[in-house]
């Protein structure tokens, strides 16, 4: 059977060679040679096929040439050729042979290591070239002999060192495209004002200065590229190009446009963006064709009301200015496509922005809008259209109330604060503490209606998994410190990891520091402690900014460098990241260094004992919250409707509603069933209640009670068997055997993190009323991360088989049971010669988002099966490839923080690897995004370190995940030892959409 089989396989093999040469003798157009020599280091001989009169297109790319074989570029061999593309060699000079290709028509010399053409006669190439390229290459000018090339219509010399232009390359009358963007000239050639013909000019890159007045001579120009030219003015002159149809100016220092610049009635795309424009261009109004209109990073402070003139645009991008409301009239662009706003100072919306409904790029963030709220923006035009048409149904309403969150460790006084702060009557608190999270009304205005939501978050460390569901924009946080116990070197434990907790959760958050038990302290330990936290508050701050602005200053020095020379070595920064993830990582780290925390100062001491200073901070909280600037949601304008809706959401005692109740809630508040949807909508990204409506086992449902939500975590999260013990056997009528079963079960959950479906339902006894209560607990604790089913069974499950949930923040066995291959020492051990390991790094120098690696743990249990957890390593298959999930806490300060996923294949089979990791790491990518202040990088690590079994493996950079596998290359040296590592094992086979660096 089996000689059987091969006999087929030999058959199947001469067929395939046997069409195969009869395809190349019948008509062969196109013919790529490319190296496999898997080191990587050239070929001196290239073995042609037989009949090669016919090729018209020869690629001989990505072959680390050298020179190219006499044998190959025979003029007689090749009398059909018209295409030549010796891009990404190494070609020091114009071969030769080149010269005796009299039919040429496209020369592709890109990517080399030419520092000249004079001396190898590119004069004496083909007189029928019509198109050369020899971009990214080492020039220092062209020569004048390119002059003799007078069919050329495409020059392409772009990222080279050239400091001039030689006269002779007017005489090329027929150049229609000329490319010397990102070199040295230091100002506009002259000698490109006599090529009339010409009609695209890319001089980006080049510190030009100015233009001179005779560029009026290129009336053919239609596509004009001038970005980052140093360029500070127009000449009016300029307005006499009146074919221009795309120009690009932006990173320029530009403040004004010329008067006649309306003149350019043919242009349809301009980029403005990154100059120094006050005021918007009235000039471009007039532009009645323009399509495209950019004006990103300057300091507009408004958009003028006859915007609508420009009533073809499709595009729109305004973001990163001053500009506090936009025209009535931009709802008339109803072409518009994209429009770009974030970054500015926009309250407001005009009416009717439904008009808008063509717009599928839309960006909106980082501005204080109160109408509509940032919640229903930050959701889309659809959502926009829908609270402005309720908006128009029922009357706005205003009502001021502020999240207000209480945080520091335990004993820090929070509770003790909350009630001092809620209680009409002033009495010493009885404080019973650790009762988890308590959310309580404190009305501090009645005259105004100000109310605060207090959320008093527990300081026991076992809350931490839950906190950061609590942590959210627009809300005031109070930092609390017993100042009586507070000593300088545990500034950190007290005060500084809770700086570095609330900026990775809320950028730009408003934090008040507030001491506490100053009763028990004198005046001069008062002083001194107030003052040390100041001061270290400020050294932290001080090193975190000047961290980022280190990282930020080598993000601008690697692009400043040629792509080309980040990626000729392992060693350089950046290794191999293109321009693009570059600008991304500087975009995030600029985000971090704006978006610091508002730290109120200073210190303000109170104590809930003598009632000292209270009503300060009382007086104090109040200011801050109706600050408008710091709390613009604070007077967001809702729907009479909406708020309706919420409060008899709010009356409502039960657990959790159909959507067909909440539907007739809706009704009650004037809502019909088309228009509940936006305000669920709202009311769940404003935090009043929960709806999922992405959930496919959720959507119908409504959790509005977050009051019973809430004591239901603090359940789960109190990890103390006398308490959960106490709440399954409040039963009396419990015989001995089943109170020693639930004893067992208690000690599993608290040892393993299982928990079976009816213990659980036994513990929430005063929350759960049925069957149905229980399982959409457990599905909502399941969306929020918190444990997952073991085994869900895909029917009814039979009469007595237990379902068990886990929880992963209560596994304690450091190391699961697994074979030995997922422990990384074990791997090195094994047959290196087969087995590839892959592992991607995550690194987290400041913060480890508590409780992330147990949500994490949770988030992908639908991707892998046959699992085993340990307190931080997950072992599992993705079908049946292996992946091993590690979590690794820093030890020392020197040491950060990392979450790695890694797989192992063989070489030619390690793209089962990457399709096994890759589900894990967008999931990990969720789950970070829900951090946007957080600093992290992602790191691949080298498999031939791994292999070595090396304590720090060489890194190559994360932001080459989201990178296409670099053409022609097949291999990477590893700076650690030199070693070569396959591009398979850095780069995935499909790129990620995004960089997980980046946010």
Same mark, same amino acid.
């Given at each position: 059977?089996?000689?059987?089989?091969?006999?087929?396989?030999?058959?199947?093999?001469?067929?395939?060679?046997?069409?195969?040469?009869?395809?190349?003798?019948?008509?062969?157009?196109?013919?790529?040679?490319?190296?496999?020599?898997?080191?990587?280091?050239?070929?001196?001989?290239?073995?042609?096929?037989?009949?090669?009169?016919?090729?018209?297109?020869?690629?001989?790319?990505?072959?680390?040439?050298?020179?190219?074989?006499?044998?190959?570029?025979?003029?007689?061999?090749?009398?059909?050729?018209?295409?030549?593309?010796?891009?990404?060699?190494?070609?020091?000079?114009?071969?030769?042979?080149?010269?005796?290709?009299?039919?040429?028509?496209?020369?592709?010399?890109?990517?080399?290591?030419?520092?000249?053409?004079?001396?190898?006669?590119?004069?004496?190439?083909?007189?029928?070239?019509?198109?050369?390229?020899?971009?990214?290459?080492?020039?220092?000018?062209?020569?004048?002999? @390119?002059?003799?090339?007078?069919?050329?219509?495409?020059?392409?010399?772009?990222?080279?060192?050239?400091?001039?232009?030689?006269?002779?390359?007017?005489?090329?009358?027929?150049?229609?495209?000329?490319?010397?963007?990102?070199? *040295?000239?230091?100002?506009?050639?002259?000698?490109?004002?006599?090529?009339?013909?010409?009609?695209?000019?890319?001089?980006?890159?080049? *510190?030009?200065?100015?233009?001179?007045?005779?560029?009026?001579?290129?009336?053919?120009? *239609?596509?004009?590229?001038?970005?980052?030219?140093?360029?500070?003015?127009?000449?009016?002159?300029?307005?006499?190009?009146?074919?221009?149809?795309?120009?690009?100016?932006?990173?320029?220092?530009?403040?004004?446009?010329?008067?006649?610049?309306?003149?350019?009635?043919?242009?349809?795309?301009?980029?403005?963006?990154?100059?120094?424009?006050?005021?918007?261009?009235?000039?471009?109004?007039?532009?009645?064709?323009?399509?495209?209109?950019?004006?990103?990073?300057?300091?507009?402070?408004?958009?003028?009301?006859?915007?609508?003139?420009? $009533?073809?645009?499709?595009?729109?991008?305004?973001?990163?200015?001053?500009?506090?409301?936009?025209?009535?009239?931009?709802?008339?662009?109803?072409?518009?496509?994209?429009?770009?706003?974030?970054?500015?100072?926009?309250?407001?919306?005009?009416?009717?922005?439904?008009?808008?409904?063509?717009?599928? @790029?839309?960006?909106?963030?980082?501005?204080?809008?109160?109408?509509?709220?940032?919640?229903?923006?930050?959701?889309?035009?659809?959502?926009?259209?829908?609270?402005?048409?309720?908006?128009? =149904?029922?009357?706005?309403?205003?009502?001021?109330?502020?999240?207000?969150?209480?945080?520091?460790?335990?004993?820090?006084?929070?509770?003790?604060?909350?009630?001092?702060?809620?209680?009409?009557?002033?009495?010493?608190?009885?404080?019973?503490?650790?009762?988890?999270?308590?959310?309580?009304?404190?009305?501090?205005?009645?005259?105004?209606?100000?109310?605060?939501?207090?959320?008093?978050?527990?300081?026991?460390?076992?809350?931490?998994?839950?906190?950061?569901?609590?942590?959210?924009?627009?809300?005031?946080?109070?930092?609390?410190?017993?100042?009586?116990?507070?000593?300088?070197?545990?500034?950190?434990?007290?005060?500084?990891?809770?700086?570095?907790?609330?900026?990775?959760?809320?950028?730009?958050?408003?934090?008040?520091?507030?001491?506490?038990?100053?009763?028990?302290?004198?005046?001069?330990?008062?002083?001194? *402690?107030?003052?040390?936290?100041?001061?270290?508050?400020?050294?932290?701050?001080?090193?975190?900014?000047?961290?980022?602005?280190?990282?930020?200053?080598?993000?601008?020095?690697?692009?400043?460098?040629?792509?080309?020379?980040?990626?000729?070595?392992?060693?350089?920064?950046?290794?191999?990241?293109?321009?693009?993830?570059?600008?991304?990582?500087?975009?995030?780290?600029?985000?971090?260094?704006?978006?610091?925390?508002?730290?109120?100062?200073?210190?303000?001491?109170?104590?809930?004992?003598?009632?000292?200073?209270?009503?300060?901070?009382?007086?104090?909280?109040? $200011?801050?919250?109706?600050?408008?600037?710091?709390?613009?949601?604070?007077?967001?304008?809702?729907?009479?409707?909406?708020?309706?809706?919420?409060?008899? =959401?709010?009356?409502?005692?039960?657990?959790?509603?159909?959507?067909?109740?909440?539907?007739?809630?809706?009704?009650?508040?004037?809502?019909?069933?088309?228009?509940?949807?936006?305000?669920?909508?709202?009311?769940?990204?404003?935090?009043?209640?929960?709806?999922?409506?992405? $959930?496919?086992?959720?959507?119908?449902?409504?959790?509005?009670?977050?009051?019973?939500?809430?004591? @239901?975590?603090?359940?789960?999260?109190?990890?103390?068997?006398?308490?959960?013990?106490?709440?399954?056997?409040?039963?009396?009528?419990?015989?001995?055997?089943?109170?020693?079963?639930?004893?067992?079960?208690?000690?599993?959950?608290?040892? =393993?993190?299982?928990?079976?479906?009816?213990?659980?339902?036994?513990?929430?006894?005063?929350?759960?009323?049925?069957?149905?209560?229980?399982?959409?607990?457990?599905?909502?604790?399941?969306?929020?991360?918190?444990?997952?089913?073991?085994?869900?069974?895909?029917?009814?499950?039979? #009469?007595?088989?237990?379902?068990?949930?886990?929880?992963?923040?209560?596994?304690? #066995?450091?190391?699961?049971?697994?074979?030995?291959?997922?422990?990384?020492?074990?791997?090195?051990?094994?047959?290196?010669?087969?087995?590839?390991?892959?592992?991607?790094?995550?690194?987290?120098?400041?913060?480890?988002?508590?409780?992330?690696?147990?949500?994490?743990?949770?988030?992908?249990?639908?991707?892998?099966?046959?699992?085993?957890?340990?307190?931080?390593?997950?072992?599992?298959?993705?079908?049946?490839?292996?992946?091993?999930?590690?979590?690794?806490?820093?030890?020392?300060?020197?040491?950060?923080?990392?979450?790695?996923?890694?797989?192992?294949?063989?070489?030619? #089979?390690?793209?089962?690897?990457?399709?096994?990791?890759?589900?894990?790491?967008?999931?990990?990518?969720?789950?970070?995004?829900?951090?946007?202040?957080?600093?992290?990088?992602?790191?691949?690590?080298?498999?031939?370190?791994?292999?070595?079994?090396?304590?720090?493996? =060489?890194?190559?950079?994360?932001?080459?995940?989201?990178?296409?596998?670099?053409?022609?290359?097949?291999?990477?040296?590893?700076?650690?030892?030199?070693?070569?590592?396959?591009?398979?094992?850095?780069?995935?086979?499909?790129?990620?959409?995004?960089?997980?660096?980046?946010?």
């Amino acid at each position: 059977m089996t000689e059987k089989v091969n006999e087929l396989k030999t058959a199947r093999l001469w067929r395939d060679a046997a069409l195969r040469s009869r395809k190349l003798r019948s008509n062969l157009r196109q013919l790529t040679l490319s190296n496999a020599d898997p080191q990587g280091k050239g070929i001196e001989k290239l073995v042609l096929p037989d009949n090669i009169a016919d090729v018209e297109v020869l690629n001989l790319g990505n072959n680390a040439l050298r020179e190219v074989p006499a044998n190959v570029l025979q003029g007689s061999l090749l009398p059909s050729l018209r295409v030549l593309i010796l891009r990404r060699n190494r070609l020091t000079c114009l071969p030769a042979p080149v010269c005796e290709l009299k039919g040429l028509v496209e020369l592709d010399l890109s990517h080399n290591l030419l520092t000249g053409l004079a001396d190898q006669g590119i004069d004496r190439v083909s007189s029928t070239l019509k198109k050369l390229c020899v971009s990214h290459n080492k020039l220092k000018c062209l020569p004048p002999e @390119i002059g003799a090339l007078s069919q050329l219509e495409e020059l392409d010399a772009s990222f080279n060192d050239i400091c001039q232009l030689p006269e002779s390359l007017c005489r090329l009358s027929r150049l229609r495209t000329l490319d010397v963007d990102h070199n *040295k000239l230091a100002s506009f050639p002259v000698q490109m004002l006599k090529m009339v013909n010409l009609e695209e000019l890319d001089l980006s890159g080049n *510190k030009m200065l100015a233009l001179p007045l005779e560029i009026k001579f290129l009336q053919s120009l *239609k596509v004009l590229w001038l970005s980052s030219s140093k360029i500070s003015c127009l000449p009016a002159t300029f307005c006499e190009l009146t074919n221009l149809e795309s120009l690009m100016l932006d990173n320029n220092g530009l403040n004004g446009l010329p008067r006649h610049f309306g003149n350019l009635q043919k242009l349809k795309m301009i980029n403005l963006s990154s100059n120094l424009f006050e005021e918007f261009p009235d000039v471009l109004l007039q532009l009645l064709e323009l399509e495209e209109l950019y004006l990103s990073r300057n300091r507009l402070t408004a958009v003028p009301e006859t915007i609508c003139k420009l $009533s073809k645009l499709v595009t729109f991008w305004v973001d990163n200015n001053r500009i506090r409301y936009l025209p009535d009239a931009i709802v008339e662009l109803v072409n518009l496509e994209e429009l770009v706003l974030q970054g500015n100072q926009i309250a407001i919306l005009p009416d009717n922005f439904g008009k808008l409904s063509r717009v599928n @790029i839309w960006k909106i963030k980082d501005n204080p809008l109160i109408q509509p709220p940032y919640e229903v923006c930050m959701k889309g035009i659809p959502y926009i259209a829908a609270y402005q048409k309720e908006l128009a =149904h029922s009357q706005p309403a205003v009502k001021p109330r502020l999240k207000l969150v209480l945080m520091g460790l335990k004993d820090a006084g929070k509770t003790a604060l909350r009630h001092c702060l809620t209680d009409s009557v002033q009495e010493i608190p009885i404080v019973v503490s650790n009762k988890g999270i308590e959310v309580t009304n404190w009305v501090a205005d009645a005259a105004k209606g100000l109310t605060f939501i207090v959320y008093d978050l527990a300081g026991d460390h076992n809350y931490d998994m839950i906190k950061s569901f609590f942590l959210s924009p627009g809300a005031l946080y109070v930092l609390v410190v017993n100042l009586k116990v507070y000593i300088s070197k545990l500034f950190y434990s007290y005060v500084g990891c809770f700086l570095h907790l609330i900026s990775a959760k809320v950028p730009r958050a408003v934090v008040c520091i507030v001491g506490t038990h100053t009763d028990l302290c004198d005046e001069q330990e008062l002083e001194e *402690k107030c003052l040390d936290i100041h001061h270290q508050i400020a050294l932290q701050e001080k090193k975190y900014s000047e961290f980022l602005q280190s990282l930020a200053q080598n993000v601008d020095d690697a692009l400043g460098q040629d792509y080309d020379i980040r990626s000729s070595s392992p060693l350089a920064a950046f290794y191999g990241v293109t321009n693009k993830n570059l600008r991304r990582k500087k975009a995030h780290l600029q985000f971090l260094l704006n978006n610091r925390l508002q730290i109120l100062s200073p210190v303000l001491c109170v104590s809930c004992q003598d009632f000292s200073n209270i009503r300060r901070l009382k007086e104090k909280l109040m $200011s801050v919250a109706e600050h408008w600037e710091i709390f613009p949601n604070l007077h967001r304008v809702l729907p009479k409707s909406w708020q309706m809706l919420e409060e008899l =959401h709010l009356k409502r005692q039960e657990l959790w509603l159909t959507w067909w109740d909440s539907a007739r809630l809706g009704l009650q508040a004037g809502l019909t069933e088309d228009r509940l949807q936006s305000a669920l909508s709202y009311l769940h990204e404003s935090g009043k209640l929960l709806y999922f409506e992405d $959930s496919l086992t959720l959507k119908e449902y409504v959790f509005h009670n977050l009051t019973k939500l809430i004591d @239901i975590l603090n359940v789960f999260f109190h990890r103390d068997a006398t308490v959960l013990l106490q709440k399954l056997l409040n039963d009396t009528c419990m015989d001995e055997l089943r109170a020693t079963q639930l004893h067992h079960y208690v000690e599993g959950f608290l040892l =393993h993190g299982l928990f079976p479906a009816h213990v659980i339902r036994l513990l929430l006894k005063p929350h759960i009323r049925s069957q149905q209560d229980l399982q959409l607990i457990l599905d909502l604790l399941e969306k929020m991360g918190l444990c997952y089913c073991i085994n869900r069974p895909k029917a009814k499950p039979l #009469n007595g088989a237990t379902i068990w949930y886990k929880f992963p923040c209560y596994v304690k #066995n450091e190391v699961p049971h697994a074979e030995a291959w997922i422990n990384g020492a074990n791997l090195a051990g094994q047959s290196s010669l087969v087995v590839e390991q892959l592992q991607i790094q995550y690194c987290f120098p400041f913060l480890f988002p508590p409780g992330l690696f147990a949500r994490y743990s949770v988030q992908i249990n639908s991707h892998v099966v046959h699992r085993s957890d340990g307190k931080y390593q997950i072992f599992a298959y993705r079908g049946k490839v292996p992946v091993v999930v590690s979590y690794r806490p820093a030890q020392t300060n020197l040491q950060v923080d990392t979450l790695s996923i890694a797989s192992h294949a063989s070489l030619p #089979n390690i793209w089962t690897a990457w399709q096994a990791i890759t589900p894990l790491m967008e999931e990990l990518n969720v789950l970070l995004q829900e951090w946007p202040g957080l600093y992290f990088t992602v790191h691949i690590l080298c498999s031939k370190c791994l292999k070595r079994g090396s304590c720090s493996p =060489h890194t190559f950079p994360g932001e080459l995940l989201s990178q296409q596998r670099p053409e022609g290359v097949t291999e990477i040296v590893c700076p650690k030892n030199n070693e070569r590592v396959n591009v398979a094992l850095v780069y995935p086979p499909t790129p990620t959409v995004t960089s997980p660096c980046c946010k």
